[in-house]
């Protein structure tokens, strides 16, 4: 059975660098990825953001094929920056031990 999927990389970041990288995805998202999107007080809106009956954005609304590719593009750029947001409390590694634990 192959594995298609790209190889890993461990790439080494100081905590300001996380941090910037997560502002950088949090405007990305905004400024570009949402610019079809309904976007209020420096946040984009998807669908299930918000509870039905209480999303003034997409309740009863259809999405259209740009709102589409733009939602699962926001939607990956989110779940890029939980990824990058989890590294910020992952163990320090140290010289002695590359793996951080």
Not at 19 to 32: G, I, K, P, R, S
Not at 76 to 82: G, H, V
Request: with cysteine.
């Amino acid at each position: 059975m192959s594995d298609d999927s790209p190889p890993e990389k461990i790439v080494q970041l100081r905590l300001t660098e996380i941090e910037l990288l997560l502002e950088a995805l949090d405007a990305y998202e905004y400024w570009q990825l949402g610019d079809v999107l309904p976007r209020n007080n420096g946040e984009v809106f998807i669908p299930g953001d918000l509870p039905p009956g209480e999303d003034r954005y997409w309740d009863g609304e259809a999405v259209t094929e740009e709102e589409a590719s733009a939602i699962e593009a926001v939607r990956a750029c989110r779940d890029l920056a939980d990824h990058v947001r989890a590294l910020r409390w992952m163990p320090v590694a140290t010289d002695a031990d590359p793996s951080g634990g």
